[in-house]
Nanobody
Framework: QVQLVESGGGLVQAGGSLRLSCAVS????????MGWYRQAPGKQRELVAA???????NYADSVKGRFTISRDNAKNTVYLQMNSLKPEDTAVYYC?????????????WGQGTQVTVSS
């Protein structure tokens, strides 16, 4: 059974930092693409950062140079280090696993963690 559990969200002032964690079970991190998405009120969910099975990372333009996605295969955990936070980074952040099961791509999601950046 696949389970993703996010933690690390909270309230921070602009310019501050937070590190989100996603504890994963039922998926081998280095065999799947893992990502962080966010959804602000009234907006669509958007990709923030992703890391492929081979370790290639990609980021939304809005967070490049400020956010870093990483994974610890031994702990089966994915991280999102967020620095120089801005009020527009305020959103619910979701961990995502993209897994192919019998040739069918399936997305798994965590419950989300709230990040609020005050100005």
């Amino acid at each position: 059974q696949v389970q993703l559990v996010e933690s690390g969200g909270g309230l921070v002032q602009a310019g501050g930092s937070l590190r989100l964690s996603c504890a994963v079970s039922g998926i081998i991190l280095n065999r799947n693409t893992m990502g962080w998405y966010r959804q602000a009120p009234g907006k669509q969910r958007e990709l923030v950062a992703a890391i492929t099975s081979g370790g290639t990372t990609n980021y939304a333009d809005s967070v490049k140079g400020r956010f870093t996605i990483s994974r610890d295969n031994a702990k089966n955990t994915v991280y999102l280090q967020m620095n120089s936070l801005k009020p527009e980074d305020t959103a619910v952040y979701y961990c995502n696993a993209a897994k192919v099961v019998l040739g069918v791509p399936i997305d798994y999601w965590g419950q989300g963690t709230q990040v609020t950046v005050s100005s």
